[in-house]
């Protein structure tokens, strides 16, 4: 694969009562986004266990972004505050072992969020796109 | 040398023995080598009189063995804390993995204990290894009399010693300490300061030495689970199969965040660890980032206090501001 048409494998890890209705939002109303994203529906984001960010880089993700409700918003009432809790100790984390920090973000969309959905997405493979390939974290015995 | 010494606490053990309070005995007995001393438990004042040690080299940390060893008998198992070891042992009573009615706890008082990586860095083929005034006498197979001074010998996490003082126990040796501040984040704040690439090449450096023996997890207080993830043969990291980068990482990352805000950093991990990885460096982080985040927070302080990755406020910092806070973009 040649830089000029790299195209960066996204995960989104999208809660199911917001995100993931934001997503949909984000399709009926004909918001672009790359196709590239692969969404995964997890019940809340607090279902994302920090292995599973792993896992995705492992298996050949460039960027993982999780969303969820807006704090307050949880559909279990604090699931979201421990996911900021943990993602802020994680990706600090994976900064201090100089994995470039662009790879990893948590976004707050809401089921009414369809236009921030399509706009967070587009920003995101644009940062990781700049960034290239994931190489600090790839797992060699997962290429292809 | 320590200032309690051996005869005291066999002395000590051989009477609450005699007396019914406790059973048993966990405490340290000569290994193969003389600084290579073993946990052990000790059943009656004989094996006492004759096997039990007590010196400079008695780094374990006892609380974990509690976990096990309390079920094996209906009366009470005496153990030997050290101030360091005293907050594991609250720790694992606030996860409750053990039963506190069936401990009797003697806090003992400690000057640093030595790690043999230190001292054979500085004598090779060691033979004998003896205390001598204030350090070490170590004689060695090549170089004669090696002497050394308690602070050259001193195991990382002894000369990091942020605590002098016991947060259990039933019963206190000698006079209580202070908790004392060691400045051991100075390592990790030398690593935030680095460049993400300077940061990738020391962590390569380290983490690729890893053999991925579990000895750090073995060991670990705060690693008690009766099934970890890491002996799923499907971890992918359950032995090391490869050296890439992701397979070394992701042990590590996983290892240090399943005890964030439970490590009490007692430091038995970079003490076992074969390959003298400086996981100290690792757990800190995440020690020093919930204090900068969330508050000053001591795992194993106060027994049942709430952890903080299992609390929240409404205000907590958002990730993209901690990742900037934590390397003190911001801070
Ligand atoms: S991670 Fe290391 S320092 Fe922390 S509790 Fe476990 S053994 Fe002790
Ligand atoms: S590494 Fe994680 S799963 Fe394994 S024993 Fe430690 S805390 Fe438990
Ligand atoms: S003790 Fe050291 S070598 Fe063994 S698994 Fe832990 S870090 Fe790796």
């Given at each position: 694969m040649s830089m000029n048409e790299f195209k960066p494998k996204i995960v989104a890890f999208c809660c199911n009562w917001c995100s993931y209705a934001g997503a949909d939002l984000a399709g009926n109303n004909r918001l672009s986004y790359?196709?590239?994203v692969k969404i995964i529906r997890v019940p809340c984001s607090c279902r994302v266990n920090p292995m599973f960010i792993l896992r995705a880089f492992q298996k050949g993700a460039d960027g993982v972004i999780i969303c969820g409700c807006h704090p307050g918003d949880c559909h279990y009432t604090s699931g979201n505050y421990y996911t900021r809790r943990r993602m802020a100790l994680l990706f600090s984390m994976l900064?201090?072992?100089g994995i470039e920090r662009e790879r990893t973000r948590l976004e707050w969309v809401s089921a009414a969020e369809g236009a921030k959905f399509s706009q967070t997405m587009n920003e995101f493979v644009e940062a990781v796109t700049a960034l290239g390939e994931n190489k600090r974290l790839e797992d060699l015995r997962c290429k292809e | 040398m320590q200032r309690v010494t051996r005869d005291v606490l066999v002395q000590k053990a051989i009477s609450l023995?005699?007396?019914g309070t406790v059973d048993r005995v966990l405490g340290w007995k000569a290994g193969e080598f003389s600084y290579d001393?073993?946990?052990y438990v000790f059943k009656d004042a004989e094996a006492l009189k004759a096997d039990f040690v007590f010196d400079d080299f008695c780094g374990a940390n006892f609380s974990k063995y509690l976990v096990k060893e309390c079920g094996k008998?209906?009366?009470k198992v005496l153990v030997f804390l050290k101030p360091c070891d005293t907050y594991s042992f609250n720790q694992l009573l606030t996860e409750h993995r053990f039963d506190r009615e069936k401990v009797y706890a003697v806090g003992i008082p400690c000057d640093g204990m030595a790690d043999i990586t230190k001292i054979r860095e500085k004598a090779e083929g060691i033979s004998e290894i003896t205390a001598e005034g204030d350090g070490f006498c170590?004689?060695?197979?090549?170089?004669?009399?090696?002497k050394l001074t308690k602070e050259e010998a001193l195991a990382e996490r002894c000369l990091n010693c942020k605590s002098q003082k016991h947060v259990a126990y039933d019963e206190l040796l000698g006079e209580e300490g202070e908790v004392i501040d060691s400045g051991r984040f100075t390592g990790v704040e030398a690593l935030e300061a680095m460049t993400p690439d300077e940061r990738f090449a020391f962590w390569k450096g380290e983490l690729s030495r890893c053999i991925r023996c579990n000895a750090c997890r073995d060991v670990c207080p705060a690693c008690t689970c009766e099934k970890c993830v890491f002996d799923n043969p499907k971890s992918g990291v359950e032995n090391k199969a490869i050296a890439d980068s992701f397979e070394e990482k992701m042990f590590h990352i996983i290892r240090a965040f399943h005890v964030a805000g439970r490590c009490?950093?007692?430091?038995?991990?970079?003490?076992?660890?074969?390959?003298n990885i400086p996981l100290h460096l690792l757990n800190r982080k995440f020690i020093k980032d919930i204090n900068g985040f969330y508050g000053d927070y001591q795992a194993g302080e106060e027994a049942y206090s709430r952890a903080p990755l299992v609390n929240y406020t409404t205000e907590d910092i958002e990730p993209a501001d901690a990742v900037k806070k934590?390397?003190?973009e911001n801070a």
């Open positions: 790359p196709a590239d900064d201090y072992l | 023995l005699s007396a001393v073993t946990p008998s209906e009366g170590v004689k060695t197979l090549y170089d004669g009399d090696v009490t950093d007692c430091g038995e991990c970079s003490r076992v660890c074969p390959q934590g390397d003190g």
